[in-house]
């Protein structure tokens, strides 16, 4: 079975603070995805990343980076947390020749004080 | 540009009896499908997916969807509701065939009821 790790399930920030949210696959997965989740918003996608150092904006960058220096390893990053940004965060991983199946992460919900 | 349409924000079912989740979607080409579970808490789960062939899919949970090209639509059915099944439901159409890992298009969800 394919497996998303995300490292917090709960994270608790300052605003200002920098905060980063890891994210591992353990299936060789060449694609991984950030979204985060807010109540009648759906699933945004933040970034996404198709291979190693390769990153790709998605619907709603701003106030974000990331981060893959390994393939199974896919970073968030919050330069500096605002109250805007508490949010469920859920990663995701998928193989092209799977139909962009996209298999998921229990997520981290994050609330920025 | 893609988007999927879940019209039933709640959805109320009694327990044993049958479901039908609507979803819509805008594509300019051929869609992957797919319908995802999310419980309280958790991350998503796939509960099936087309891509091609049947337009009548199985997945897991005992749920099945149908696509319907002409009514651009990708219904989930379930013939009898169990307790457990209350949950998140979202719909997603996937990215263009010609391939480049730019996600899927997730409608809002449909968050499902059940009564006892």
């Known amino acids: 079975d394919v497996k998303v790790t995300q490292s917090s399930r709960y994270l608790v920030k300052r605003t200002g603070e920098k905060v980063f949210l890891e994210c591992v696959q353990d299936m060789d997965h060449e694609n991984m995805f950030w979204y985060r989740q807010d109540p009648g918003l759906g699933l945004r996608l933040i970034y996404f990343s198709y291979d190693v150092k390769m990153k790709e904006k998605g619907d709603i960058p701003e106030g974000y980076s990331v981060s893959r220096e390994k393939k199974e390893r896919f970073s968030l990053i919050l330069e500096s947390a605002s109250t805007n940004q508490t949010s469920m965060y859920l990663c995701?991983?998928?193989?092209?020749?799977?139909?962009?199946?996209?298999?998921f992460g229990p997520g981290t919900r994050l609330l920025v004080l | 540009a893609q988007s999927v349409t879940q019209p039933d924000i709640h959805i109320t079912v009694s327990e044993g009896a049958s479901l039908e989740l609507r979803c819509n979607y805008s594509y300019g080409a051929t869609p992957y499908l797919f319908w995802y579970v999310q419980s309280p808490g958790q991350g998503l789960q796939l509960l099936l997916k087309y891509f091609s062939g049947d337009t009548l899919v199985q997945g897991i949970k005992g749920f099945e969807a149908e696509f319907k090209r002409s009514q651009s639509s990708f219904n989930l059915r379930k013939p009898s509701v169990h307790w457990s099944d209350a949950a998140e439901y979202f719909c997603a159409v996937g990215p263009y065939s010609g391939g480049g890992a730019d996600g899927l298009t997730f409608g809002k969800g449909t968050h499902l009821i059940i009564q006892p």
């Open positions: 995701a991983s998928s193989r092209p020749a799977d139909q962009e199946t996209q298999y």
